[in-house]
């Protein structure tokens, strides 16, 4: 229904406009090599994106390959990327392709690049510079051809001013940088997520859902995105066979009242633990005109009808919250 572009086993839901012209902008960039940097929080849907940019490059027919960079240490993160020679180690007992190597004339999709060690930076760094790598214990360089997407959870200009990211290696990913918004701040693309979802994991019944059940997930907060959201729709799922109701949803989505879930939309307020009556007072009167202006794509004066209040008064406040929006 909203796909951007029918590709293969992806179905990418977008029907918000920040989603859509973040997708049209990358369809324009998809054919060239450069590395691309996405960037957003957990569940956002970093890796179906990395996906999808794969699968509608003139490497599509080439392989895909993912590995997350958190977690591992870094002498198995190194093999995994570079792989190694026979005898390089003692349980090296026969030679091993790395990643890089397995990617070769496709894509490599680097998850977690902010957690990654600084020793492997380095020599992530002399692979993109010089297009050649070389296995541990090797000595012949190996030519690499390979679109790297990378993925962050942080802004990883933030790391590098902390000097835990190395610039170098920073400007080499950060070619296109692609800002993924976290669920809260495309409530649009709820309903229709819902529905792929209820399609996926119960492609033979026809399920519905009830109105306040929808409004009920559509101003929930979704601190895990899409993911939180596609569990929740597997669990509910389970349980019906017809029409979902709100009996049907987990207690926090069902309890949350709309003031609740629009100052969790708020990181900042929301995380620093010593909230004050006129911080949640700016948190909310600031998230309910940027959710007006997102819901009425930029346009001030419905915005500011949709709110009940007049135009003036609207853009008094955007000027106080310095929410500029360039469309009117
Ligand atoms: N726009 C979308 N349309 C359809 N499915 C989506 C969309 N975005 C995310 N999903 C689905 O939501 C789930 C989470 O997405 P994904 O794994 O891509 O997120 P992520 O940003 O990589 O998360 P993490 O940071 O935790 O690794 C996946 O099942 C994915 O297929
Ligand atoms: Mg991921």
Redesign the pocket.
Known sequence: MFNIKPVES?????KNET?REMLFRLDKIVDSDSSIL?I????????????YIHRTSPRSQRPFVKI?LSAMPADLLESELFGHEKGAYTSASHEKKGLFEIANTGTLFL??IDDVPIQIQTKLLRVLESREMMRIGGTKPIPIDVRIIT?S?VDLKELVNKKIFRADLFYRINVVPVK?PPLRERRD?IPP?VE??LKHYKPDKKISINNESLRALVSYSWP????E??NVVQRMSLYTDSKIKIEDLPPEIRNENPVESLIKACNKCYVDGTLKFDEIVKCLESNLLNEALQNTNGNQTRAAKSLGLSLSTFRDKLKKYKLYCPKN
């Open positions: 992806i179905t990418l839901i977008a989603m996405l957003g929080e957990t569940g956002v849907g970093k890796e179906i994106i990395a996906e997350g998850d977690d993925a959870k993924i693309d997520l792929h979802f895990g995105n899409v993911r959201l596609r």
